[in-house]
């Protein structure tokens, strides 16, 4: 199976207009035109919405792309996600991941491989750049999320 293949679903999310919110926006754009991930589900989002608990139903792999506040500003984290039920309420307009993957569980009994790629914000200010930290980060975050495909598809 080659990486990207049938089953891995991409979404970067957050406000492309609040600076480094935007974040998941720049992702998407430059792993849509990846080879590598070629027949992956690569999607752009506001916020998580209860709706992309279809997609993940249907996803052997999930993996999220955002920016934290509650980590220095460029550095890059992974964080595999578990789906349990004390994930809050999974009926609202706005969802955390934890809340999708187990609406996703609830609704398809999925179980897939959740990651979520995070990078610290420099800045929430209005404005359509990244700031420095985070605009340097982005080359990493890319491959992070590369290699997060590749791994899962060749233990597949």
């Known amino acids: 199976m080659s990486p990207g293949a049938a089953g891995t679903l991409i979404v970067g999310y957050g ?7 935007g974040l998941g ?4 754009a430059r792993l849509a035109q990846d080879a590598r ?6 999607l752009w989002r ?3 919405t209860p709706e992309l608990a279809h997609d993940v139903g249907q996803a052997s792999l999930v993996v999220l792309v955002d920016v934290s506040v509650e980590q220095e500003p460029g550095v ?9 039920s004390s994930a809050g309420s999974a009926w609202s307009h706005h969802l955390e991941p934890e809340s999708l993957v187990a609406l996703a569980r609830e609704l398809w009994n999925a179980s897939p491989d959740v990651f979520v790629v995070s990078v610290g914000a420099g800045s929430l200010e209005v404005g359509e750049r ?12 890319v491959e992070t999320v ?8 060749a233990g597949a």
């Not at 990244?130 to 975050?141: F, G, T």
């Not at 590369?146 to 598809?153: A, K, N």
Request: proline share 4%; charged share 20%; hydrophobic share 45%.
């Open 76 to 84: 890059v984290s992974v964080r595999r996600l578990e789906a349990t």
């Open 130 to 141: 990244l700031s420095p930290a985070v605009e340097a980060a982005l080359p990493k975050v």
């Open 46 to 48: 506001h916020q998580l």
């Open 146 to 153: 590369i290699s997060l495909v590749t791994e899962h598809d």
């Open 37 to 42: 991930l070629r027949g992956a589900n690569v």
């Open 25 to 28: 926006w720049h992702v998407v």
């Open 15 to 21: 406000n492309s207009l609040r600076s480094d919110d």
